[in-house]
């Protein structure tokens, strides 16, 4: 079953949080060196602060349309000044809201995992690519739905090679592009060995397909290097993450069931209604009584 998790929490299986993990860490340098970081869609701010927790922040604007998450994300961020915007980025005025809370200085805005999920991405597009002329570096994502062999009910867009090269279009010509492959691995402990493990390096295949692309457009985009990144599985905690999921698609067949039922009944009471008076009376009981 395809995974469509779309807010990441401490639960979330690794393999999903790593790759979240990873776009905040290349990030990192260009959001530790300049005054002013905007994270759209910062969800609970669960990968931001894996990777940026032991930075000291100047000010932080975060923005998503999820007062929940919002009252979360920054919590385990060190900064001086942290803003939280609830805004609807697929809107001129949601855009608008997080412009007038960004300030005048240029600083820099992620945008991870937030363009396929609006309904029109024109304005928050065109908002970034004049933010990147005043000075402003933006490092962006979108998932390579080619990937998947299912389509996300979440994204209002679909996103593949062609998609992403039409996008890229619209960006200024010396923006940095990148291509995020998952990876597979383990790792093996020796028994009183608690330090940390070095990672072999990973050598890029050339015919791997990527999970999302990244762009980086601005003075800083220079910044965005290659890298991987690894975290330790939860086993434990991805069983109890399935299992509960299990649960819930059982919950839900059943109750689709139901509905099925109710609407057949109801289907059936209709056509009954509608029939003439002579069809529509006869029960098993009176054909029975009129049979000689």
Known sequence: MADWQERITRDTKPSI??????????????????????????????????????????????????????????????ARETVRV?????TEEGVAAVRGALGDAPGAVTCFE????????????EALVELAAAG?????????DAFWALE????????????????RRLLPADAVVARQVPLDGSQLVVEGDDGALDVPPVAPRADAVPSHFVVAFGPRAAELTSRALAIGSDLDGRRRWER???????????????????????????????????IRDQTPETVARREP
């Open 17 to 78: 949080r790593v790759e979240h993990d990873l776009r905040y860490a290349a990030a990192a340098p260009v959001v530790r060196a300049v005054p002013t970081w905007c994270d759209l869609g910062c969800g609970a701010g669960v990968a931001a602060a894996d990777a940026l927790a032991d930075a000291d922040l100047g000010r932080v604007v975060l923005v998503d349309a999820d007062a929940d998450a919002l009252d979360q994300a920054g919590r385990d961020l060190r």
């Open 86 to 90: 609830e805004a609807d980025l697929a």
């Open 114 to 125: 937030v363009i396929e999920h609006l309904e029109t991405f024109v304005p928050l597009l």
């Open 136 to 144: 402003w570096t933006i490092v962006a994502s979108v998932p390579n």
């Open 152 to 167: 996300n009910p979440y994204h209002h867009t679909m996103w593949g090679e062609g998609a992403f090269e039409e996008l």
């Open 244 to 278: 509960q999921r299990e649960s819930t698609l059982a919950v839900l067949e059943a109750e689709l069931e139901e509905l099925r039922a109710y609407v057949k009944w109801s289907s059936d009471e209709l056509a009954r209604l509608n029939a003439p008076a002579e």
